[in-house]
């Protein structure tokens, strides 16, 4: 109930918001994630040790192939897509925009996802609401537990003067997923997550600015327990606290840039689910680079103290690494390539891993988890049409600070739930991928590959294909994506999907989607982890609008 209030609270609040821009005068994906205001070490790369985590969208798969809402196109974008063809055609002072899709299908998929937006201008902001269910999976019932479904209401305002940003935001999300009657005491879990956060920024001079913020959440985690199972508190429920201030100071001349940090993370049980009932962690952290159109170099590093990183009274992470843009004859697109290596450290949050790894469950708060990493990332475009990426990255674990990942096997599985080890762990992954375009078609070819240890949920190399086509003025699209997984275990049976829109007026597409579409046809099965299956299929006819 007190959920419900702070929602309307927070829609009314943005609803304000809404009508004042009016007066004046980005559909989200599928996966669900809190915006980051957080005021981290942005001179560099991004980081790429372990952090990475599998995507939920492992079980409520998406692909690049089958998005089902039109994007606001980035500017000075080389490709027009359908939506950029719409926002041609509209009118200049046109700054408030609307989009959606809803649609239905088999076996009881439902979907509906809306946003209202304005992107220019001082004083953006943006509301969006989305639900998605799918009901029964690969011909098992709904009263089997088969089914997963998931709400979410995001909200975020900026406020901009010449010389300051304000930055507020407010999401709820739910998702709820059936334990396929793997458990005789709990039918189903549900997590929800209440998050809010606040930055802002200020800025002295072109040279020197401020940046601060403060951002917490609220995660819940609880099953549907039949009568009076005698469960331990952790399998039946997680209540979390999480709450996250930061500061950083920046200064920059001449191509050469620094930042000064601190940062504070609180973990808070609240539901006094585990032995222990709270993790801190403090972060002091330094940057210094250089840059100019072609070239960037950085170094960074930090000292981390806290009382979750293991048997350290102190770690400290540390990055070097170089980027380089560089002209080439045969494209007017530049070459990029990219080099990074260190120590990366994070304190993995309990709502991060149990909504990433589904049908899992923590029983301890998890540990700070550090590794050595090396990193290269290769971008070569040909001309306009051919673009040719590899990704490459190794890791291994530092200070003693492992992987925390669940353990998808029988001694690691009670009452449909899976539990969490931390386990050094060597990593080689690497990503390389191909893609040509040719009039309105565009081909594309990918292989993903973990040469090392294998994180949990993932095969040893999947290797997919796909084709987009797309008239010049956008009236008819067709995208599908076929992938194969290699493994010892990794099924056998490609995964098919595809997406077919056709434009009936300036502002709405009818679509007809499908996902896995042989294990739909077919009506088996296709493994998750453990003892547990995904969706296996489905596909649905969509309304699109933009406007």
């Known amino acids: 109930m007190k959920a419900n209030r702070l929602i309307l609270m927070l829609a009314a609040a943005f609803s304000g918001a809404v009508v004042t821009a009016q007066n004046v005068n980005d559909s989200e994906n599928a996966e669900i994630t809190l915006p980051d205001v957080s005021t981290v070490i942005s001179g560099g790369a991004p980081k790429v040790g372990k952090s990475a985590v599998p995507d939920f969208s492992a079980v409520l798969p998406k692909t690049e192939g089958t998005e089902i809402v039109p994007r606001m196109p980035e500017a000075g974008s080389a490709e027009q897509t359908s939506s950029s063809v719409l926002l041609a055609a509209a009118p200049l002072e046109k700054t408030i925009y609307a989009e959606g899709v809803a649609g239905l299908g088999l076996p009881g998929f439902f979907t509906g996802n809306f946003s209202i937006y304005r992107q220019t201008g001082a004083n953006p902001f943006k509301i969006t609401f989305g639900h998605e269910t799918v009901n029964g999976y690969a011909n098992h019932s709904l009263n089997s537990g088969y089914f997963d479904k998931n709400t979410h209401i995001d909200a975020e305002k900026t406020f901009s003067t010449r010389k300051t940003t304000l930055f507020l935001y407010g999401a709820y999300h739910s998702e709820d997923n059936g334990l396929q009657n793997k458990s005789d005491f709990i ?306 049976v490609p995964v098919v999907d595809f997406d077919c829109s056709v434009k009936v007026s300036y502002a709405v597409r009818l679509a007809v989607t499908g996902n896995d579409i042989v294990k739909l046809i077919s009506g088996k099965s296709r493994d998750y982890a453990g003892e547990y299956i995904r969706r296996s299929g489905y596909a649905g006819i969509l309304a699109k609008f933009f406007f």
């Open 187 to 492: 039918s189903d879990v549900t997590k929800d997550q209440l998050g809010a956060g606040i930055s802002f920024d200020v800025r002295f001079t072109d040279d020197v600015s401020l940046k601060t913020s403060l951002k917490g959440d609220w995660y819940k985690r609880y099953g549907t327990v039949a009568g009076d199972a005698l469960l331990d508190d952790y399998e039946k429920k997680a209540s979390i606290l999480d709450f996250n201030p930061e500061i950083l100071f920046e200064w920059g001349t001449f191509g050469i840039y620094s930042e000064l940090g601190v940062s504070y993370e609180l973990e808070y049980d609240a539901g006094k689910s585990f032995d222990e009932h709270n993790a801190n962690r403090v972060d002091f952290s330094v940057l210094f680079g250089w840059k100019n159109e072609n070239i960037n170099v950085y170094a960074q590093a930090a000292v981390v103290v806290g009382n979750h990183i293991g048997d350290n009274d102190v770690v400290v992470p540390f990055e070097a690494g170089v980027d380089f843009d560089i002209p080439v004859p045969f494209s007017s697109r530049a070459v990029r390539l990219s080099a990074a290596g260190g120590i990366d450290s994070y304190l993995p949050k309990v709502s991060a891993l149990e909504k990433a790894y589904a049908f899992s469950a923590l029983n301890v708060l998890p540990e700070e988890t550090s590794d050595w990493f090396g990193s290269l990332n290769v971008n070569v475009p040909v001309k306009d049409i051919l673009t040719v990426t590899l990704d490459g990255v190794f890791c291994t674990t530092a200070f003693g600070n492992g992987t925390v990942q669940p353990v998808y096997k029988e001694t690691y599985f009670k009452n449909g739930q899976y539990f969490y080890s931390s386990e050094d762990m060597t990593q080689v992954n690497t990503d390389a991928g191909i893609s040509f375009r040719k009039g309105i078609a565009t081909f594309s070819l990918n292989w993903k590959s973990f040469w090392g240890d294998l994180p949990a949920t993932e095969v040893p190399n999947k290797i997919s294909g796909g084709v987009s086509l797309q008239d010049k003025k956008a009236r008819v699209n067709f995208s599908s994506v076929i992938a194969f997984e290699l493994g010892d275990d990794a099924d056998s």
